[in-house]
């Protein structure tokens, strides 16, 4: 079968990998000159199943509310006039209770955990080298009442085979000893063992490569201008280059996979938000962390990538809107000297920015469309990387007309 595959960030290339393996003629295009070149580039580095907490639920809306014009926040929803956005924030306050946050939690880790088992067993068979780590996540908190609750959460989390324990600081720095200058003042911390972390944009890079030795095609510098669809079926994809003839389409376009779909009547309740990382090179000098770890109040994680320390957060709704804000990406840094005040060297820092792919609900969403042959393998927000290998696991199953190993009746666009 004749498969495109719309898109080559992590999430398309991996979708390409399982493809390919199923013996389909894969095409990918993309409009960028080589894979992993946006959301993909300079993500968190993160593998982290323990951070399947849904951004829609009644703690973190009362955060949100509270962050409302504060250039700070963590959070920062910024209205607009875009009917999308709206849209979005509806159906994002319709998740925001109890109940459907333990739901949402519940699907984005079964995704999460599947995809983990997913990619181990891809780089056992590809040995990819991207500066990989096993060591787990810490999660560390200074409020005490933000790590009561996420300590109910770890409890949950735990009981749904995800392990995501409380550790003594003690045992915290045992783990990671970066953490003794910030000790005194953290409330506690929750440790997560079989979480990784390593370099997103290497391993895309890499898979990359895998990909064209598998007789994958590659179309870069290539705009997507319209999906051809025929009586409800797709027959190709229209390109600034020209037609791409296909008998299935997989859209893995990211924050931009509703602007694709729109014209076919799709509504993708997809909305990109907004995030910075910071990339400080480590020399022997530095007392920088090698465990990755996330501050959860900060929404900031960290990743140690060979000589290199990858801090990246915050997110904002300011639609598509990719320009590096000084402020906001100095805000990262300032979170990363407070935390690990020794961590790098801050006069060499790389910034960086890139949009998100987020679902009102957190979760993404795979698999068929209304139109026979197209599929959807989007909205994966802050988690791409975590859910790469499941998803594309997933829709390889789906378009050979088999059963996923997990179940995936409430993962499609149909829940909205």
């Known amino acids: 079968m004749r498969v495109c595959v719309l898109g080559a960030g992590v999430i398309g290339v ?16 993309d409009r ?46 910024k209205f607009s006039a875009d009917p999308a956005l709206w849209r979005w ?6 998740n925001c209770t109890s109940h459907r946050a333990v739901i949402n939690a519940e699907r984005m880790l079964r995704v999460a955990q599947y995809s983990q088992a997913i990619r181990n067993q891809l780089i056992a068979d590809t040995d990819l080298e991207h500066n990989q780590q096993s060591s787990g996540i810490l999660h560390v908190y200074r409020d005490p009442t933000s790590y009561d609750e996420a300590v109910m959460r770890a409890e949950r989390t735990t009981e749904l085979g995800c392990k995501r324990v409380p550790v003594s600081i003690p045992q915290a ?15 506690g911390v929750i440790y997560a063992p079989d979480d990784q972390s390593g370099d997103a944009h290497q391993f895309t890079d890499q898979l990359g490569a895998v990909c064209r030795q598998a007789g994958v095609a590659f179309q ?44 076919l009547g799709i509504r993708l309740p997809v909305y990109p938000a907004k995030g910075y990382s910071v990339t400080l090179p480590v020399g022997e000098d530095h007392i920088a962390p090698t465990t990755a770890l996330i501050d959860d109040e900060h929404k900031i994680v960290y990743s140690r ?33 407070n935390l690990f005040p020794h961590a790098g060297d801050a006069s060499d820092v790389e910034y960086w920015t890139g949009l998100r792919p987020q679902t009102p609900d957190s979760v993404p969403i795979l698999g068929e469309t209304p139109i026979r042959g197209l599929y959807l393998n989007a909205g994966h927000g802050t988690l791409g990387w975590t859910m790469a290998a ?24 149909a829940r909205f």
Not at 18 to 24: P, V
């Open 14 to 29: 991996t979708t390409a990998y399982f493809l390919a393996q199923e013996g389909h003629e894969v095409t990918v295009i």
């Open 89 to 94: 924030l509806g159906l994002f306050l319709r």
């Open 220 to 263: 870069f510098e290539t705009t997507i201008e319209r999906i051809d669809v025929d009586n409800g079926r797709v027959r190709g994809v229209i390109t600034d280059k020209g037609r791409v003839d296909a008998d299935a389409i997989v859209v893995a376009l990211g924050s931009y996979a509703p602007l694709i779909l729109k014209p």
């Open 32 to 77: 960028a000159p080589s894979v992993g070149l946006e959301t993909s580039f300079a993500n968190g580095g993160q593998i982290s199943v323990s951070h399947s907490d849904p951004w829609a639920s009644p703690q973190n809306l009362r955060k949100v509310l509270r962050w409302l014009g504060d250039p700070d926040a963590p959070l920062a929803f």
């Open 173 to 187: 720095l045992e783990i990671e000893p970066a953490l003794s200058d910030v000790a005194p003042d953290l409330a």
């Open 305 to 337: 990538l060979g000589n290199r320390l990858r801090a990246a957060g915050l997110a904002e709704t300011v639609g598509y809107d990719t320009n590096i804000h000084e402020a906001r990406a100095k805000l990262v840094l300032k979170h990363v000297l």
């Open 390 to 413: 499941g998803s594309g696991r997933i829709i390889a199953d789906i378009i050979a007309e088999r059963s996923p190993e997990i179940d995936t009746s409430d993962l499609g666009l």
